[in-house]
T-cell receptor, first 112, second 115 residues
Framework: KQEVTQIPAALSVPEGENLVLNCSFT??????LQWFRQDPGKGLTSLLL?????REQTSGRLNASLDKSSGRSTLYIAASQPGDSATYLC???????????FGGGTRVLVKP | DTAVSQTPKYLVTQMGNDKSIKCEQN?????MYWYKQDSKKFLKIMFS???????INETVPNRFSPKSPDKAHLNLHINSLELGDSAVYFC??????????????FGSGTRLTVV
């Protein structure tokens, strides 16, 4: 059974620092891995999607890497801003199909 | 706007009542899902439908009955609501059962409170 873990559970940094969010998964048989952002009381916004054949994806200040063999992904957010404060969720689309399995999320606070 | 839209956004109801949550996607996706986010914010799959066919029923009580009239709609009906059903319910959709290049798209959620 696939298990997804995100460490740390919470992170507080001063504005301008780079953020590093970690995600690990137990079963490397995945189609893709997706990072989401969730603001309090809101839905999920997709940030980056990495296919299993890819090593990384970039969008603006965000960069996500994937090491499928070791079951790890890292989300980097450069030069953090207070507006980056949110919960970041990692999820894997299993090769067995038809669902995303989520980690517990990392709650990020960027202090001005 | 292309999106996954679900209604209502908030639902407060008494124990024992029956309620429905509606979901529609206009992305042309072939697979739709219901996820539940509990009080600890953990998201877990409940149901998955591909082209109106049930694919996943993840040990959800049979008080929960999804219905997919067509591949653009997936509604969730809940009978005899219990306090423990209080949660945020998210609808999502994807192409090719989640293997497509755009991944999953989520709705904004329905916050259900059972009193």
């Amino acid at each position: 059974k696939q298990e997804v873990t995100q460490i740390p559970a919470a992170l507080s940094v001063p504005e301008g620092e780079n953020l590093v969010l970690n995600c690990s998964f137990t079963d490397s048989a995945i189609y893709n891995l997706q990072w989401f952002r969730q603001d309090p009381g809101k839905g999920l916004t997709s940030l980056l999607l990495i296919q299993s054949s890819q090593r990384e994806q970039t969008s603006g200040r965000l960069n996500a890497s994937l090491d499928k063999s070791s079951g790890r992904s890292t989300l980097y957010i450069a030069a953090s801003q207070p507006g980056d404060s949110a919960t970041y969720l990692c999820a894997v689309a299993e090769a067995a199909g038809n669902k995303l399995t989520f980690g517990g999320g990392t709650r990020v606070l960027v202090k001005p | 706007d292309t999106a996954v839209s679900q209604t209502p956004k908030y639902l407060v109801t008494q124990m024992g009542n029956d309620k429905s949550i509606k979901c529609e996607q206009n992305l042309g996706h072939d697979t739709m899902y219901w996820y539940k986010q509990d009080s600890k914010k953990f998201l877990k799959i409940m149901f998955s439908y591909n082209n109106k066919e049930l694919i996943i029923n993840e040990t959800v009580p049979n008080r929960f009955s999804p219905k997919s009239p067509d591949k653009a709609h997936l509604n969730l009906h809940i009978n005899s609501l219990e306090l423990g059903d209080s949660a945020v319910y998210f609808c999502a959709s994807s192409q090719d059962q989640g293997t497509g290049s755009n991944g999953y798209t989520f709705g904004s959620g329905t916050r259900l409170t059972v009193v």
